[in-house]
């Protein structure tokens, strides 16, 4: 079974505070994303990566930023945290480009701004 | 504006009866239709998908129904289990690759 792993379950930041969200995947997939989950609004695409170095902008990149040095990593970056990135961040992974391809997804993390 | 719309942010169904969860969407260009579930702590996990050149996949008691014409799907979960309680996301793909655009979710309250 596919495992992606997040670091950590919850968080809590202070405004202004730079905010690193790890993901590790372990099955050699292509290609990850980070996606925010709120309550009416569903899972909006932060950044998506399709390979190592590469990244592309979601629906809503404002005020993040992303990492892809290692195949299985992929890092969501907050550079200055506000109350309004307080939401569940999932990462997930799948392995090919196809409009089939099914999303394998980490548990999240619930991150808290103050 | 949303293009994946799930409008009943709820459902609450009798056990051993049927649960039925509706999904609109408003570009006929995606070609692709999956469901996903999501216990809470957990990530979201494939449930079950259908391509647009059909109108209907069934995997047990997962049945998904695809009307293009209306730009409806459906998923409907016959007899319906409290395990089945969870939230359930309909996504949609084909507009720009693999992305999924996701609707907000209905959460479904199967009672004993």
């Known amino acids: 079974d596919v495992k992606v792993t997040q670091s950590s379950r919850y968080l809590v930041k202070r405004t202004g505070e730079k905010v690193f969200l790890e993901c590790v995947q372990d099955m050699d997939h292509e290609n990850m994303f980070w996606y925010r989950q709120d309550p009416g609004l569903g899972l909006r695409l932060i950044y998506f990566?399709?390979?190592?170095?590469?990244?592309e902008k979601g629906d809503i990149p404002e005020g993040y930023s992303v990492s892809r040095e290692k195949k299985e990593r992929f890092s969501l970056i907050l550079e200055s945290a506000s109350t309004n990135q307080t939401s569940m961040y999932l990462c997930a992974s799948t392995s090919g480009l196809a409009t089939n391809e099914k999303l394998f997804f980490g548990s999240g993390t619930q991150l808290s701004v103050l | 504006d949303q293009q994946v719309k799930q409008n009943s942010p709820s459902l609450s169904v009798q056990e051993g009866r049927i649960s039925i969860l509706n999904c609109d969407y408003t570009n006929s260009m995606f070609d692709y239709f999956l469901w996903y579930k999501k216990y809470p702590a957990e990530g979201p996990t494939f449930l079950i998908s259908?391509?647009?050149?059909?109108d209907k996949n069934e995997d047990g008691r997962f049945t998904v129904f695809l009307n293009k014409s209306a730009k409806h799907l459906s998923l409907h979960i016959v007899p319906s289990q409290p395990g089945d309680s969870a939230v359930y996301f309909c996504?949609?793909?084909?507009?720009?690759?693999?992305?999924?655009?996701f609707g907000a979710g209905t959460i479904l309250r199967v009672k004993s």
């Open positions: 259908i391509s647009s050149i059909k």
């Open positions: 996504a949609a793909s084909g507009l720009y690759g693999n992305k999924l655009v």
């Open positions: 990566s399709y390979d190592v170095k590469m990244k």
